[in-house]
């Protein structure tokens, strides 16, 4: 067996294609572009690429994109005030803070500072716990993306037994919370560091959706023959991009797996925009018509 490859490229050019649509079809009705507010904290060069490539994102679908740039020796304080001007300012539909920041700020503090109506990362404790609920303001966009990937690929859900490795607060809890709600009707195992035999899970996993940081963790022994396997792993070995999951065996054995790159990455920046869009017409006071 040769898995079916998932094309996160191509299902994120859709996402993006819908979002520039319903930008411009808020803009014709009310004159309000949707706009992101990016804050990037420090010289992280992994970090100054992920925030330019969500602002070439935003200004290829006719949004507008700010980005605010603070030297690493800025104060919690001077970056809470940043925080809470962008919050008042009405022209500002997201607000992003870009992580990791530096030393001596407190993330929590900062992420649970920005305006619910305005997280478009989903971050913030009101939108996790109405995304617990069902009943969603914003989607973490990872995980939202993983879903709409399933969706679009025809990969159903219901009924089946999904395994997700690692429990973050932006990828892990999420994803097995989406996979696990009404309408997905997954039957859902988090495994994690302290998590006995992950391998054994993963032999019994319709589903596994590797999520923890280790490169190629995820043998491709540990494949049940027909699973669909999901890598949101990103990692640098050399001048390489590799997955959570071991791509080769695993591609032998699994009936559709994601690449690294091209997978799920270009997903999470697609529903950004996605989600930039619904706070635009949120705070507009406009429907989605």
């Known amino acids: 067996m040769t898995a079916t490859v998932i094309d996160g490229k ?84 997201g607000i992003l803070v870009q992580l990791p920041l530096p030393k001596g700020i407190d993330t929590t503090l900062i992420l649970d500072a920005i305006l619910p109506a305005k997280d478009v990362d989903g971050f913030h404790p009101e939108n996790v716990g109405l995304m617990q609920q069902g009943r969603p303001r914003f989607l973490p966009c990872t995980p939202a993306g993983v879903m709409r990937m399933l969706k679009v690929s025809g990969i159903e859900t219901a009924g089946k037994h999904a395994v997700v490795i690692g429990r973050s607060d932006i990828v892990g809890k999420p994803m097995a919370a989406l996979l696990g709600q009404k309408g997905a009707d997954a039957t859902v195992t988090l495994c994690h560091s302290r998590t006995q035999d992950i391998r054994a899970f993963c032999r019994e996993a319709d589903i596994l959706v590797a999520a923890l940081g280790i490169p190629q963790f995820v043998k491709g022994d540990w494949i049940k023959p027909g699973a669909v396997v999901i890598d949101v792993g990103i990692n640098r070995i050399g001048d390489k991009l590799v997955g959570d999951v071991d791509y080769l065996p695993a591609a032998q054995v699994a009936s559709a797996i994601t690449p690294v790159p091209g997978g799920v990455g270009p997903m999470t920046i697609a529903m950004l925009l996605a989600n930039t869009l619904q706070a635009a017409i949120n705070l507009s006071g406009s429907d989605a018509r």
């Not at 420090?42 to 690429?49: F, I, Y």
């Not at 925030?51 to 603070?70: D, P």
């Not at 030297?71 to 962008?86: C, D, H, K, R």
Request: hydrophobic share 45%; aromatic share 2%; glycine share 6%.
């Open 10 to 93: 191509q299902i994120a050019e859709q996402t993006r294609a819908e979002a520039a649509a319903g930008a411009l079809a808020l803009s014709t009705r009310t004159g309000v572009i949707p706009h992101l507010a990016a804050v990037l904290v420090g010289e992280d060069p992994a970090s100054a690429v992920y925030v330019r490539n969500k602002q070439i994102a935003c200004e290829k679908a006719g949004f507008k994109s700010t980005l605010h740039r603070l030297p690493a020796n800025t104060g919690q304080a001077e970056l809470l005030t940043l925080v809470q001007a962008l919050n008042a300012d009405a022209d500002v539909h």
